[in-house]
């Protein structure tokens, strides 16, 4: 799959425009059909692409080209600012409780990785000087116990578990062990469900209505497609979700599913997951998202050119 | 399934309340095949040949439109309904192959069910040695279905456990071998190169094997399946798609553009976490899904 960044495309796009002075109307909207492309093509939403071109569009139409740029290249820099914007500032910090300990719920989609987040997040707490436990809520998936386990084992961290026990009742008794002994941050790994599970979707209803969470964070796989804005839409109406966690993101995937989250649900994306080790968890950043959903690695060097 | 109906009520919606055939209900036809995942190059094409199609036979009635699309995607996607290669004689072996999380593991017990049930022996060889948990989480789908479990420890070499599978495969006379491996991503070249080595040893043994690579593919994933198709069929050669979690809302589109770019078939889907939750996959069917009742 050969994918031209934008930045090219476009500048094939204004070629035959002339060079300097107020992007007209009809230079914008040319350049409006590329960006489109590019945006679908990296798998951000439909309607999440006709909302943003129509406010890129609005935007850029009348504008000055800066006198160190082409037309093209003023465009790629109104559309990496909004889409950088959009995507939000860099607020990658976890909400932590006032009153210890903090209760983070990881939720989402069946494989898209949670446990594999959960125990990320418990590395890097760990290293942070916390004292998080990872709990086993996931009674479903065959071995999902002992996948957290042995995860937890990897980062020294405690894990707590009951079997196949309702995960109400496992998360309360966790709560009450985290208490009693001096863990701070409770990491609660749900199993994986479709959004449209009803009786699944009301038993992570049940947990947060019993555990008041500080975080519930959608762990979503970056290579989702259009069904994106369904699934984040759908658990974000019916949990209120508090952050994203974007996973796979080492492959070659362009990730357009960020943004479509982004617009759907409102709330920030705070990790984003690069491998699987459990080093492999960095913070989210929106202007790299942005470049990378555009297929430039150059955006940064253009504008800050302007 | 609900999955289907969504995207079939659009287009009943879309068919019934547009009287014309004009460039509007194109349009809202392409948005129907992207928010598919279809693909825009793909959906464009579509959307070319059927805007030919209507001129040439002068098509008026917007019914009509339907029965055309659906003829194109059944026509790409034909030959995808083929059934899973056999071996002549000797086990058949089956690869699963595929990016991390996509139901390769569970699509596994599944279809050593579907074989047991059809009065099968069958071995399964637990190649992933690598995810946390990967063997015990295999371990209870090969009880569930009793089917016999070829294991070695987390972290041991997977041509290890392959070679003893293939060697128990013999011995115990099964009738099938699946090996399941380890999620990777198709662009990581070193962790590709070992799911090649690990053919290569069953190889050794069954030069004709194995019968099946399938490659499992999320539904819910977008263009970057593409990418994972192009790859995996270059390192592994790739015979097969298993497309799972199609019970969710993602309709899976992404399939079509595999077929027509890469011509590889889609063999079963997955709709669900259960045993019985695998199918045939069929052309005619998945494109009865998309565009009507
Ligand atoms: N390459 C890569 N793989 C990842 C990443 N995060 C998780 N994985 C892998 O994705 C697969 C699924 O991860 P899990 O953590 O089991 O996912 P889950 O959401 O808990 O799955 P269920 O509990 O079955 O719903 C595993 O093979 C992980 O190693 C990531 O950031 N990059
Ligand atoms: N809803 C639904 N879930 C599925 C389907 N197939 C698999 N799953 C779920 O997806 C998750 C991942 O499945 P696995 O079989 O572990 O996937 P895998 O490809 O072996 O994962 P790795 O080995 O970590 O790469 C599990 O929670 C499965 O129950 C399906 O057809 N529908
Ligand atoms: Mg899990
Ligand atoms: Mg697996």
Redesign the interface.
């Given at each position: 799959?050969v994918f031209e960044g934008l930045s090219t495309r476009l500048q094939e796009t204004f070629r035959k425009l002339r060079g300097k002075g107020k992007l007209t109307e009809e230079d914008v909207n040319l350049a409006m059909r590329e960006v489109r492309?590019a945006l679908?093509?990296?798998?951000v939403?439909?309607k999440v692409v006709k909302d943003f071109v129509a406010r890129v569009k609005e935007r850029a139409v009348g504008q000055e080209v800066l006198k160190s740029l082409t037309p093209g290249q003023q465009v790629v820099k109104i559309v990496y600012e909004e889409l950088t914007q959009l995507m939000g500032g860099d607020q990658t910090k976890l909400n932590l409780a006032a009153k210890p300990p903090t209760v983070v719920m990881m939720v989402g989609?069946?494989?898209?990785?949670k446990t594999t987040t959960c125990a990320k997040l418990a590395r890097s707490l760990l290293a942070q000087g916390r004292r998080p436990l990872l709990v086993a809520a996931d009674i479903?998936?065959?071995?999902?116990i002992?996948?957290l386990?042995?995860?937890g084992e990897?980062c020294n961290c405690p894990v707590f578990s009951m079997g196949q026990e309702n995960p109400v009742n496992i998360a309360r008794a966790a709560l009450e062990y985290a208490r009693s002994n001096g863990r701070d941050i409770v990491i609660l790994d749900t199993a994986g469900r479709?959004?449209?599970n009803e009786e699944l979707m009301n038993e992570l209803k049940d947990l947060k209505s019993s555990l008041n969470p500080h975080e519930i964070l959608l762990v979503v796989?970056a290579?989702?497609?259009?069904?994106?804005v369904?699934?984040a839409s759908s658990f974000n109406e019916q949990l209120g979700l508090t952050g994203v966690v974007l996973t796979?993101l080492?492959?070659?995937?362009?990730g357009?599913?960020a943004l479509s989250v982004k617009a759907v649900a409102g709330c920030p994306i705070k990790f984003a997951g690069v491998g699987?080790k459990l080093e492999d968890l960095e913070p989210f950043y929106p202007n790299r998202m942005a470049s990378r959903i555009l297929g430039m690695g150059d955006v940064q060097s253009l504008v800050e050119k302007a | 399934a609900k999955t289907r109906q969504n995207i079939t009520e659009k287009v009943e919606r879309l068919i019934k309340t547009s009287r014309r055939i004009d460039d509007e209900f194109f349009e809202e036809l392409e948005e129907i095949l992207i928010q598919a995942d279809v693909g825009v190059s793909t959906a464009m094409e579509l959307i070319d040949n059927l805007r030919r199609a209507v001129k040439q036979k002068k098509i008026t009635e917007v019914d009509e439109v339907r029965g055309l699309i659906k003829q194109e995607v059944v026509s790409i996607m034909e030959g995808s309904d083929a059934p899973l290669n056999k071996a002549p004689e000797g086990p058949t072996v089956i690869m699963v192959v595929g990016v991390n999380g996509v139901g390769k593991t569970t699509t596994i017990g599944k279809l050593a069910y579907r074989f047991k049930r059809e009065g099968k022996k069958v071995i399964i060889a637990a190649a992933d040695t690598f995810r946390a948990a990967a063997i015990d989480q295999l371990q209870i789908w090969a009880e569930r279905v009793g089917a016999d479990l070829i294991k070695h420890q987390e972290g041991a070499d997977p041509g290890a456990v392959v070679f003893d599978a293939v060697n128990a495969a013999q011995a115990r006379r099964a009738d099938v071998l699946i090996v399941d491996t380890a999620g990777r991503l198709h662009t990581k070249t070193n962790l590709m190169e070992e799911i090649a080595k690990v053919k290569r040893v069953i190889q050794r043994t069954y030069a004709d094997a194995p019968h099946e690579v399938l490659l499992v593919l999320d539904a819910t994933t977008g263009q970057n399946a593409i990418s994972q198709a192009n790859l995996f069929k270059q390192v592994t050669g790739v015979t097969g798609i298993v497309l799972t979690k199609l019970d969710g809302t993602a309709k899976g589109g992404i399939v079509i553009a595999i077929a027509k770019e890469l011509d590889i078939p889609v063999k079963l889907v997955g709709i669900g976490e259960g045993l019985e939750d695998l199918r045939d996959f069929s052309a005619e069917e998945f494109a009865e899904a998309l565009f009507s009742d």
């Open positions: 799959m492309l679908l093509e990296a798998d939403n439909y989609l069946q494989g898209t990785g479903y998936r065959p071995a999902a002992k996948q386990q042995v995860l990897k479709l959004h449209i796989d290579m989702t497609g259009q069904d994106a369904n699934v796979k080492d492959g070659d995937t362009r357009g599913a699987e | -």
